[in-house]
T-cell receptor, first 113, second 112 residues
């Protein structure tokens, strides 16, 4: 069966510090991978998606970047965090090219102080 | 972008039925998904509709009308554990690739 791992679960970082969140998927190959952010009291905002190794598309301009160095690994990064980067970050994967559901990791609660 | 609207909050009584509505405006529509999210946790998939009509899965049913840009999630025989946020998500290729775009969610509180 497929599983998705995301870490860390919580993170407190000072403004201006770098960020690296990692997500890995097991039990499937060539998944579509996603990073979402959920601010307090708001919906999930799609940040990045990837359909293959090295292929990254951004949905919104921002202070973050994403990379996919391996088929089942997706990394969210920032060189210098802003206060507005605080939120609940969720990695997700989806299989196939048809209409299929997305499966989410457990999320990372990021607080920038 | 996608305009997806849901009520912010709803309250219902244990054992009752509740309907959570979702309206959307998007091009490239390919399907509509419903997710459940308990506070502080990841969303979990409930159901999806590609064609018009009702899809039933146990106590949960979801309805879609593509011509009206409208969907609802119906929860029957409500239980206390159903207290959660319910997220409506549009599956759309409007931005060039099929992706899931979420509404802000409806926070449902089930009371005894």
């Amino acid at each position: 069966s497929q599983t998705i791992h995301q870490w860390p679960a919580t993170l407190v970082q000072p403004v201006g510090s770098p960020l690296s969140l990692e997500c890995t998927v097991e039990g499937t190959s060539n998944p579509n991978l996603y990073w979402y952010r959920q601010a307090a009291g708001r919906g999930l905002q799609l940040l990045f998606y990837s359909v293959g190794i090295g292929q990254i598309s951004s949905e919104v301009p921002q202070n973050l970047s994403a990379s996919r160095p391996q088929d089942r690994q997706f990394i969210l990064s920032s060189k210098k965090l802003l206060l507005s980067d605080s939120g609940f970050y969720l990695c997700a994967w989806r299989g196939g090219t048809g209409v299929t559901e997305a499966f989410f990791g457990q999320g990372t609660r990021l607080t920038v102080v | 972008g996608q305009n997806i609207d849901q009520p912010t909050e709803m309250t219902a009584t244990e054992g009752a039925i509740v309907q959570i509505n979702c309206t959307y405006q998007t091009s490239g529509f390919n399907g509509l998904f419903w997710y459940q999210q308990h506070a502080g946790e990841a969303p979990t998939f409930l159901s999806y509709n590609v064609l018009d009509g009702l899809e039933e899965k146990g106590r949960f049913s979801s309805f879609l009308s593509r011509s009206k840009g409208y969907s609802y999630l119906l929860l029957k025989e409500l239980q206390m554990k159903d207290s959660a946020s319910y997220l409506c998500a549009v599956f759309s290729d409007q931005t060039g690739a099929n992706n899931l775009f979420f509404g802000t969610g409806t926070r449902l509180t089930v009371i005894p």
